[in-house]
């Protein structure tokens, strides 16, 4: 199953850290998402990318995880040579990530 | 209970019209705010104002005000902009001169100044900056602005004077929306911590306009959204409890959802319990968003935790050139010949002596946004047509010059088959930051008026 099929995401960028939100559409699957997607899997993912560490923050309140990445916008959004110098293409990407499917029905 | 309605009429600098047209005519608002400014914006701002005095704000001011202006007048709905960027005054002569012009009376116009410390520079040679590390004086000659993140100071002042109009420079992009509401309120984080990260939450939230509202969220399939054509900008309605609901006027497009709002909180935040403002350090981590009606959302449970005693200060300095070319290829064994082509540029950079910081090549419609691990994991076919994109840094123009001319010349002396070369030569403004203890900052506001 691809992260897709269960959540959505928004990337923004300040400077050279970029950061991608994943939302699961059913606040039901917060949960297993967050034991599920690491920090670590998404710095893996993005190892052409991201050249510094990645950090997530749990937001309780309206479920959802945010990913933050250090040194991931090519040396930062100004002087960047890539196309999407604001790195805003990244959490489509991630969404494409394939995850194990066990989300079971008592996965509150 | 007194109930605020502050509309949105811009998240960019050149952000559409007609849904701030639409907000000011059917929105019922007390205020409607326009967030003009990027990071890079005042610095280009800066070297507009350094060949033309009078230039130096928001390209899309004149145009802006021409069509608001007398909206405005007719529903009582006082304007907050920082369409200023790096000259508040100048853009504050010419809203005068368009109001003028329109025979829009009674207006009183006010100026924030104060964020421009490129005067002062020199007391902060030994800030460190942020991004590299280094003291601000190794940066030298190449500076060409520096600019406060002010905080609402500024915009409550004008308000409090019956300002009509507010233009700002550089003020953080939440204050826009912070002002008015301590101005109406009178919240302090001391006192209302609550209230204030609402109200920061509440600026968050409407500062990139119709990123709220649907904006940036359709993905067919997936998430539908109807009308972006004719897209809504939000609208909030907020009481002394600090409880907002935001939505956007009935009959417009786009859609205001619990996922519309989630996405754009997190958007351009990093730590959720600290997001930093210089009115208060905002707390979104217990936020929580209720479907209260169609395209109505309740938002509540932000807090804050007092305010920072450093403001950040973006400075703007000359950084580099970038040379860039695109080149097409197409059909069957179109890899090999970008590839082709990519290894002949190489080799060229090298054999004419083509000094780059750092040079990068991509294949545009393959690998030019995920590079090759994710690309090869998630695209096992080759395309049928392919776009090379070759790009260097370099120290100065000429050397830019050189390296986009050597994709156009694959035309003649490359693979077969090449077409639609596009070439580029850009200067590169790059912003860093230091921070500044925020009393060595004074807010200066000035008015012109508009007599009836």
């Given at each position: 199953?691809?992260?897709?099929?269960?959540?959505?995401?928004?990337?923004?960028?300040?400077?050279?850290?970029?950061?991608?939100?994943?939302?699961?559409?059913?606040?039901?699957?917060?949960?297993?998402?967050?034991?599920?997607?690491?920090?670590?899997?998404?710095?893996?993912?993005?190892?052409?990318?991201?050249?510094?560490?990645?950090?997530?923050?749990?937001?309780?309140?309206?479920?959802?995880?945010?990913?933050?990445?250090?040194?991931?916008?090519?040396?930062?959004?100004?002087?960047?040579?890539?196309?999407?110098?604001?790195?805003?293409?990244?959490?489509?990407?991630?969404?494409?990530?394939?995850?194990?499917?066990?989300?079971?029905?008592?996965?509150? | 209970m007194k109930k605020i309605r502050i509309?949105?009429?811009?998240?960019?600098?050149?952000?559409?019209?007609?849904?701030?047209?639409?907000?000011?005519?059917?929105?019922n608002?007390d205020y409607?705010?326009?967030?003009?400014?990027?990071?890079?914006?005042?610095?280009?701002?800066?070297?507009?104002?350094?060949?033309?005095?009078?230039?130096?704000?928001?390209?899309?001011?004149?145009?802006?005000?021409?069509?608001?202006?007398?909206?405005?007048?007719?529903?009582?709905?006082?304007?907050?902009?920082?369409?200023?960027?790096?000259?508040?005054?100048?853009?504050?002569?010419?809203?005068?001169?368009?109001?003028?012009?329109?025979?829009?009376?009674?207006?009183?116009?006010?100026?924030?100044?104060?964020?421009?410390?490129?005067?002062?520079?020199?007391?902060?040679?030994?800030?460190?900056?942020?991004?590299?590390?280094?003291?601000?004086?190794?940066?030298?000659?190449?500076?060409?602005?520096?600019?406060?993140?002010?905080?609402?100071?500024?915009?409550?002042?004008?308000?409090?004077?019956?300002?009509?109009?507010?233009?700002?420079?550089?003020?953080?992009?939440?204050?826009?929306t912070?002002?008015p509401l301590v101005f109406e309120f009178g919240w302090?984080?001391?006192?209302h911590?609550e209230q204030?990260?609402q109200a920061?939450l509440a600026?968050?939230?409407?500062?990139?306009?119709?990123?709220?509202?649907?904006?940036?969220?359709?993905?067919?399939?997936?998430?539908?959204?109807?009308?972006?054509?004719?897209?809504?900008?939000?609208l909030i309605e907020i009481d002394e409890s600090g409880v907002f609901t935001i939505s956007?006027?009935?009959?417009?497009?786009?859609?205001?959802?619990?996922?519309?709002?989630?996405?754009?909180?997190?958007?351009?935040?990093?730590?959720?319990?600290?997001?930093?403002?210089?009115?208060?350090?905002?707390?979104?981590?217990?936020?929580?968003?209720?479907?209260v009606?169609?395209?109505?959302?309740r938002a509540e449970?932000?807090?804050?935790?007092?305010?920072?005693?450093?403001?950040?200060?973006?400075?703007?300095?000359?950084?580099?050139?970038?040379?860039?070319?695109?080149?097409?290829?197409?059909?069957?064994?179109?890899?090999?010949?970008?590839?082709?082509?990519?290894?002949?540029?190489?080799?060229?950079?090298?054999?004419?002596?083509?000094?780059?910081?750092?040079?990068?090549?991509?294949?545009?419609?393959?690998?030019?946004?995920?590079?090759?691990?994710?690309?090869?994991?998630?695209?096992?076919?080759?395309?049928?047509?392919?776009?090379?994109?070759?790009?260097?840094?370099?120290?100065?123009?000429?050397?830019?010059?050189?390296?986009?001319?050597?994709?156009?010349?694959?035309?003649?002396?490359?693979?077969?088959?090449?077409?639609?070369?596009?070439?580029?030569?850009?200067?590169?403004?790059?912003?860093?930051?230091?921070?500044?203890?925020?009393?060595?900052?004074?807010?200066?506001?000035?008015?012109?008026?508009?007599?009836?």
């Amino acid at each position: 199953m691809k992260l897709k099929e269960i959540a959505h995401a928004r990337t923004g960028d300040k400077g050279e850290i970029s950061n991608i939100s994943v939302i699961p559409y059913d606040e039901k699957d917060y949960k297993w998402l967050r034991e599920t997607l690491t920090a670590e899997k998404v710095r893996e993912w993005f190892q052409d990318i991201c050249h510094g560490e990645v950090v997530r923050y749990e937001l309780d309140g309206v479920r959802a995880l945010n990913f933050v990445l250090d040194k991931a916008l090519g040396g930062g959004v100004t002087r960047s040579l890539a196309l999407d110098k604001h790195g805003k293409t990244l959490g489509m990407a991630l969404l494409d990530m394939e995850l194990e499917n066990n989300i079971s029905g008592e996965s509150v | 209970m007194k109930k605020i309605r502050i509309g949105s009429g811009a998240g960019y600098a050149g952000d559409r019209i007609e849904p701030a047209v639409e907000l000011i005519e059917k929105g019922n608002l007390d205020y409607i705010i326009f967030e003009c400014l990027a990071e890079r914006t005042v610095a280009a701002g800066q070297q507009d104002k350094e060949s033309d005095a009078a230039k130096g704000y928001n390209q899309l001011l004149e145009y802006r005000m021409e069509r608001i202006l007398p909206l405005v007048k007719k529903n009582h709905v006082r304007v907050i902009t920082n369409m200023g960027a790096a000259n508040p005054k100048a853009a504050a002569e010419v809203t005068l001169e368009t109001a003028g012009r329109l025979g829009v009376s009674g207006l009183k116009i006010a100026y924030v100044l104060g964020d421009d410390i490129s005067d002062c520079l020199e007391k902060y040679q030994d800030c460190t900056v942020l991004e590299k590390g280094v003291r601000l004086s190794e940066l030298g000659e190449s500076l060409i602005s520096a600019n406060v993140y002010m905080d609402a100071g500024g915009i409550i002042e004008a308000l409090e004077e019956g300002a009509d109009i507010v233009i700002t420079g550089r003020v953080s992009d939440p204050a826009l929306t912070v002002g008015p509401l301590v101005f109406e309120f009178g919240w302090n984080v001391e006192e209302h911590p609550e209230q204030m990260g609402q109200a920061v939450l509440a600026g968050h939230l409407l500062e990139c306009a119709g990123q709220v509202t649907g904006g940036y969220y359709a993905d067919p399939g997936y998430k539908e959204v109807p009308d972006l054509e004719r897209l809504g900008f939000p609208l909030i309605e907020i009481d002394e409890s600090g409880v907002f609901t935001i939505s956007k006027v009935e009959g417009s497009g786009g859609i205001v959802c619990v996922d519309t709002c989630k996405e754009q909180l997190i958007y351009e935040i990093h730590n959720p319990k600290a997001y930093m403002t210089p009115d208060a350090v905002a707390d979104f981590s217990g936020v929580i968003f209720t479907q209260v009606g169609e395209n109505l959302v309740r938002a509540e449970h932000a807090t804050s935790h007092g305010r920072p005693e450093t403001w950040k200060v973006s400075v703007g300095y000359k950084d580099c050139y970038i040379g860039e070319g695109e080149i097409s290829y197409g059909g069957s064994n179109c890899m090999a010949r970008a590839e082709l082509a990519a290894d002949i540029l190489k080799k060229r950079i090298k054999l004419t002596d083509i000094c780059l910081e750092e040079c990068r090549i991509d294949y545009i419609g393959y690998n030019s946004l995920y590079k090759d691990t994710l690309t090869r994991k998630l695209q096992a076919s080759e395309p049928l047509e392919l776009r090379l994109h070759m790009a260097g840094r370099t120290k100065d123009r000429q050397t830019a010059e050189r390296l986009a001319c050597e994709v156009e010349a694959l035309y003649t002396n490359g693979p077969a088959g090449g077409g639609g070369v596009v070439k580029r030569v850009s200067e590169v403004l790059s912003v860093c930051s230091i921070f500044i203890p925020r009393d060595e900052v004074t807010q200066k506001v000035k008015y012109l008026e508009v007599l009836l």
